[in-house]
């Protein structure tokens, strides 16, 4: 979970405290962490080379990438709400 947390600074770095409170008290935050961890990998061993899937197959991995990402900033949004 370690690396999930530090790409998700790298890819929200203005809400840093939101991003912690929500991995040390969402368990839906941390999957969806997990989840957008896992697609990041798969698609960037697709895109290097090492893995092979068809391309309608990578363009899915890369939609389902982006609506976790969407989640995780309606879930970071609600916290600086709160």
Do not use: C, W, Y
């Not at 895109?47 to 879930?75: H, M, N, S, Y």
């Amino acid at each position: 979970m370690s690396e999930a947390g530090h790409d998700l600074h790298a890819l929200f770095p203005d809400h840093g405290p939101a991003l912690h409170a929500l991995k040390l008290g969402s368990s839906n935050f941390r999957q969806l962490a997990e989840e957008h961890h896992d697609l990041q990998s798969r698609i960037q061993r697709v895109e290097a080379g090492l893995a092979a899937v068809a391309e309608d197959q990578l363009e899915d991995l890369k939609k389902r990438r982006l609506f976790t990402l969407d989640e995780i900033a309606a879930l970071i949004a609600i916290e600086e709400e709160a």
